[in-house]
C-alpha cells in the first residue's frame, strides 16, 4: 500500500511540474520554472524513496532527503529571485 500512495505523491509532484512548465512557456517568467524544477525534484525524491528506502540501511536513509532539501532551497531562491527582481522596477 506505501508503495502505491508514493506512486500517487509521485504522480501529483509531476503534474505540479508540468502545470508549472507550461506556465513558463506561456510567460518567460524564471519563478515558474524554478518552480517546475523543485516540484520534479520532489517528484525524484519520492520515486529514489520508493525504490531505495527497502534496501538502504536505519544509517543511510537520511541521504535521500538531500534531493527534498535541494528543492526546497530552489522554492525560497525563486521566490527570493522573483522579489529581488520587482524591486528594481520601482
Known amino acids: 500500500m506505501k508503495i502505491l ?38 517528484g525524484v525524491h519520492n520515486l529514489l524513496g520508493a525504490l531505495l528506502a527497502p534496501t538502504l540501511d536505519a544509517e543511510r536513509i537520511h541521504y535521500l532527503y538531500v534531493v527534498r532539501l535541494m528543492a526546497y532551497l530552489l522554492i525560497l531562491g525563486a521566490i527570493w529571485d522573483k522579489n529581488r527582481a520587482g524591486r528594481s522596477l520601482r
Open 5 to 42: 500512495l508514493d506512486g500517487a505523491v509521485m504522480m501529483a509532484y509531476l503534474a505540479c511540474a508540468l502545470f508549472f512548465l507550461r506556465f513558463y512557456l506561456q510567460s518567460k517568467d524564471r519563478l515558474f520554472a524554478l518552480f517546475s524544477l523543485a516540484f520534479t525534484l520532489m
